[in-house]
Nanobody
Framework: VQLQASGGGLVQAGGSLALSCTAS????????MGWFRQAPGKEREFVAA????????YYSDSVKGRFTISRDNAPNTVSLQMNSLKPEDTAVYYC?????????????????WGQGTQVTVSS
């Protein structure tokens, strides 16, 4: 499975950005897709995830109500709509795949990762 993330950029606080991640290759065994982020000097943290069948979603407390994860109309594509962005949302954002019903917030259960896309929110 290959994951290609796109859509990062620079935005002012309060603005919006949308990220996309497209999976290719052996995509038939995707159980869940997730987004994680890593800010400089910090550990990678969970942002959001969606179950591929059924669409159950999960969010970290820090983004709940501001970010929305969804399956895109394009095949094997997951999107992350980010609204009301804050400077503390600045990070490299990674999409990832999990093949089973494991803990959605734990990065160790995701086995394929995209290359990351930079999101910078200025104050």
């Amino acid at each position: 499975v290959q994951l290609q993330a796109s859509g990062g950029g620079l935005v002012q606080a309060g603005g919006s950005l949308a990220l996309s991640c497209t999976a290719s290759g052996r995509t038939f065994n995707i159980f869940r897709m997730g987004w994680f982020r890593q800010a400089p000097g910090k550990e990678r943290e969970f942002v959001a995830a969606i179950n591929w069948g059924g669409g159950v979603t999960y969010y970290s407390d820090s983004v709940k109500g501001r970010f929305t994860i969804s399956r895109d109309n394009a095949p094997n594509t997951v999107s992350l709509q980010m609204n009301s962005l804050k400077p503390e949302d600045t990070a490299v954002y990674y999409c990832a795949r999990s093949w089973g019903n494991f803990k959605p917030t734990d990065a160790k259960w995701y086995d394929y990762w995209g290359q990351g896309t930079q999101v910078t929110v200025s104050s």
